[in-house]
Nanobody
């Protein structure tokens, strides 16, 4: 099983980024995929998830700004992040089938 995040980087406040999580080694379409993040000195927190039917849930802190989607043909989950704030700075991780990706750094700064 492998989960590989990509798409992180440096963005100005108010900007957007789209993270990807490419999955392999399990039947992706059957499983909920979850995004977490961990800011420096803080515990890892839930960002949101998407189940096998495409239903989503979000943390209150990102609701209305972030969107999770999935492409089962590509075995990939996405996290579209809009209206980014400095408080969104963190390493973002995807989680699925009891496995974690390696994380991708998102830095929101002017």
């Amino acid at each position: 099983v492998q989960l590989v995040e990509s798409g992180g980087g440096l963005v100005q406040p108010g900007g957007s980024l789209r993270l990807s999580c490419a999955a392999s080694g399990f039947t992706f379409r059957f499983y909920t995929m979850t995004w977490y993040r961990q800011a420096p000195g803080k515990v890892r927190e839930l960002v949101g998830d998407i189940n096998s039917s495409g239903s989503t849930n979000y943390a209150n802190s990102v609701k209305g700004r972030f969107t999770i989607s999935r492409d089962n043909d590509k075995n990939t989950a996405y996290l579209q992040m809009n209206s980014l704030k400095p408080d969104d700075t963190a390493v973002y991780y995807c989680y699925g089938f009891n496995n974690w990706g390696q994380g991708t750094q998102v830095t929101v700064s002017s």
